[in-house]
């Protein structure tokens, strides 16, 4: 891999990260509606505060990008090694990155539509929003997977970082599958994707840095 690939990719990985917990201090302070939230704190909410939501959603686009070039470089990275095996772990984590820009862009888009549709147009939306929102964890957990999976064969990641991003699949893909439920009463059920979602952060951040301070050097394989 180019040295100046692996450590454009790493700069974007941290700037992923950077960009979606702004979108997130931006709006969730503010008062944007959590999964399993009343119909009447939505429709409040996204009848007054369309600023709001414009703002986060501009950070949005620039993160769908920065973690694009983050997938390719990480991918870069393990290739050589996974074709020596015979895997492609990494693909499947691209694949991921991928899926998750694809969905989380219906999701902004859910919520811009909120914000110029009349009240009476929000129940169906907003059950929208939280099922893609939801189901996107299953994607998030493509990508922890795939590249932890392959990061870590290629020497790249340490096993502290690959156990988080396992742990933050198991998490994510378990409020992905409970979807409904989380759904119907968020409260603890939603917990298992926040806390699923911050260890993805912590996960972003530590790869950003490993591709950084990896280069264009492939690390020794572990078998």
Do not use: K
């Not at 180019?2 to 979108?23: K, R, S, Y």
């Not at 929102?133 to 020497?155: C, E, H, I, P, Q």
């Amino acid at each position: 891999m180019n040295a100046g690939f692996g450590q454009l990719g790493g700069l974007a990985a941290v700037g992923f990260a950077l960009v979606i917990v702004l979108a997130n201090v931006v709006a969730v302070p503010a008062g944007l509606p959590p999964t399993g939230a009343d119909l009447g704190q939505v429709i409040t909410f996204f009848g007054t505060r369309g600023d709001v939501v414009a703002v986060s959603s501009a950070l949005t686009p620039l993160a769908w990008v920065l973690a694009t070039l983050f997938g390719a470089a990480a991918v870069a990275a393990a290739r050589r090694s996974e074709r020596d095996r015979g895997e492609a772990w990494s693909l499947v984590g691209f694949a991921g990155v991928a899926l998750q820009n694809a969905a989380f862009a219906g999701v902004v888009a859910i919520r811009l539509a909120l914000a110029a549709a009349p009240a009476d147009a929000a129940t169906g939306l907003w059950a929208l929003h939280e099922a893609l929102f939801t189901l996107n964890g299953t994607f998030l957990a493509l990508a922890l997977v795939g590249l932890s999976v392959s990061g870590r064969r290629a020497g790249l990641l340490h096993p502290w970082h690959g156990i988080v991003g396992l742990v933050a699949a198991a998490l994510l893909f378990g409020s992905a599958t409970l979807a409904p439920v989380v759904m119907d009463h968020g409260g603890p059920f939603g917990l298992l994707g926040l806390v699923g979602w911050l260890l993805w952060v912590v996960w972003l951040v530590a790869y950003g840095a490993a591709l950084i301070r990896g280069g264009g050097r492939t690390p020794a394989a572990v078998s």
